[in-house]
């Protein structure tokens, strides 16, 4: 596999025009289907077989390299396959059958906004297919939307690319990186840059290839380089994924020349802060010297950041003689999808007591039983009057409470593997009004992409139950169920444990613990 590729072979690879004509007599309906059974049937058992325990313990180290190596061509080979697969659904999901773009919702980048250098391949396919996709394996909305721009431009204008990892010489990632790199230049800078850098292709690291691919790419075509470092200046950002333990990462595309010079500035600083004392370890002393430079606390001209800041809270009742107690000990409670403890969440409520902080409470299965300042909460204490959702309204447009109500229980949108923020996303009425009512029971957020997708996409059926669980089927009949967070699992620890048999009781007729049926086991 990291051996070089035989120039010869190479060029009957780049002449050969066969490879386009490769068709699969199967539906998309018998390949998913297929794709099931297999895993059901003999093929699982004999790989459970083959990687067992005792198989890798009689192996010599020779042994277990040339199994390594012949996994690693064997995944190749899978991922050209899912390559094709994915040409052959594209075939008949078409970009014609969308809502033409003269029409309210179109696609929000229509064909003849994007640059002239894109590929026909992938304008030429329905933007709704990442998404049939994504319900088919839990991709993400990127992962699914960059695996069908990869497979299309593989199975194209990269032919060569395709063939070499379809013989295991090249591994997924390198034929990706030929793909992002080359997906939008002409086919003829394509061929000759495949032509420069696929015979030590097999040889070259991941990053050592990307590098082959631009320098190949500056002597045949500049001005791709420039396009493509335009559109990546304008799709630029910053934003923050949680990592772990409470922590996060914070990210910012910029130019590689300012990226340096910020890292060297903040490496300069937090070396003289340990150099003057500061035996905290550097990585640390860093992190603070950015935050400071971004948010400046000493500078007191300028207004002081501010955020609504919602609190999750499910507290356990017990039942004892004199009423329902709160068990605040076992309170759970979650800050941005993140746990913290009910102390962390104490002293939370002392540093942002005010009007900008909300508690969400919960009833011990995890829906959302309300939405409340603490100010509120406490006049409802002190009045022994209960909490409850918002009510119905008559109107089209959800009263402010409803609003938050809606984007605080759901938190996000609510189709199926999408993770954007429910502050960004629109409030549907899942029944259309007026036969539809303005209320929590009628209303669920979806990103403005699936909320397209929910009224635009031809076949594809959802419900929404009274609790506020989502099922979403495709045309094929894929069908994937959302709740919304927190209500996910509804069992408790002690429903997972064994029973427990006492002298004189019969413990065969326990029912059995069960799991959602979102997914069959063993998911």
């Known amino acids: 596999m990291f051996e070089d590729a035989d120039v010869a072979l190479l060029e009957e690879m780049l002449a050969r025009e066969s490879a386009n004509a490769i068709k699969f007599e199967i539906t998309y309906e018998e390949y998913l289907l297929g794709r099931l059974q297999d895993y059901r049937e003999a093929p699982l058992l004999e790989f459970a077989r083959q990687v067992s325990h005792a198989d890798l313990a009689a192996m010599t180290d020779a042994e277990a390299i040339k199994r390594l190596i012949a996994v690693e061509e064997g995944i190749a080979r899978a991922h050209a ?69 990869a497979s299309l431009v593989l199975t194209g204008r990269l032919a060569a690319t395709w063939e070499l990892l379809a013989a295991g010489r090249i591994d997924y990632r390198r034929a990706q990186i030929m793909a992002d790199l080359l997906g939008q ?60 333990d409470g922590m996060a990462r914070l990210f910012a595309d910029l130019p590689l020349p300012v990226a340096a010079a910020c890292a060297d500035a903040i490496d300069t600083y937090a070396a003289g802060q ?45 039942s004892t003689t004199e009423g329902t107690r709160w068990d605040e000990d076992g309170a759970e409670a979650d800050v941005d999808g993140q746990i913290i403890t009910a102390a962390q969440c104490r002293d939370l409520l002392g540093q942002l007591d005010s ?59 609510r189709h199926f593997g999408c993770t954007r923020k429910a502050i960004h996303a629109d409030l549907d009425h899942h029944h259309p009004w007026p036969a539809g009512k303005t209320g929590t029971c009628n209303l669920c957020t979806y990103c403005r992409t699936h909320h397209r997708l929910k009224h635009q996409a031809p076949r594809w059926t959802r419900q929404l139950a009274a609790d506020a669980t989502l099922t979403i089927t495709t045309p094929t009949g894929i069908t994937r169920t959302t709740r919304p967070p927190g209500t996910e699992w509804p069992l408790t620890p002690e429903d997972l444990l064994p029973a427990r048999s006492t002298p004189g009781q019969d413990t065969s007729r326990r029912p059995h613990a069960t799991q959602p049926d979102n997914d069959p086991p063993p998911f």
């Open 355 to 413: 009007s900008r902080l909300f508690l969400a409470l919960h009833d011990q299965q995890g829906g959302l039983t309300a939405v409340a300042t603490p100010a509120q909460l406490r006049r409802a204490a002190r009045r022994r009057r209960g909490l409850r959702p918002p009510p119905d309204t008559p109107g089209y447009r959800p009263t402010p409470a409803q609003d938050r109500h809606i984007r605080t229980r759901d938190r996000g949108c």
């Open 185 to 244: 230049c002409s086919p003829e800078v394509a061929w000759i840059v495949q032509a420069m850098v696929l015979p030590k292709a097999p040889g070259l690291t991941p990053g050592g290839l990307a590098t082959a691919v631009r320098r190949a790419l500056a002597r045949v075509d500049a001005a791709a380089l420039r396009r493509r470092h335009a559109r990546a200046r304008k799709a630029a950002n910053v934003g923050y994924y949680p990592t772990h």
């Open 274 to 318: 340990h150099n003057d004392g500061d035996t905290r370890p550097i990585g640390m002393i860093r992190t603070d010297i950015l935050t400071d430079l971004i948010l400046r606390p000493w500078d007191t001209t300028r207004p002081a950041v501010t955020a609504d800041v919602t609190i999750h809270l499910t507290i356990p009742t017990t």
């Open 81 to 149: 396959l899912r390559a094709r697969l994915v040409t052959r659904i594209a075939e008949n999901r078409p970009a014609s059958a969308d809502r033409p773009g003269d029409q309210p919702g179109a696609a929000a980048t229509p064909a003849e906004d994007c640059d002239k250098d894109v590929g026909p391949e992938v304008l030429d396919v329905s933007e709704w297919l990442p998404h049939e996709l994504q319900m088919a394996h839990p991709y993400s909305c990127t992962a699914a939307q960059e695996l069908v721009q």
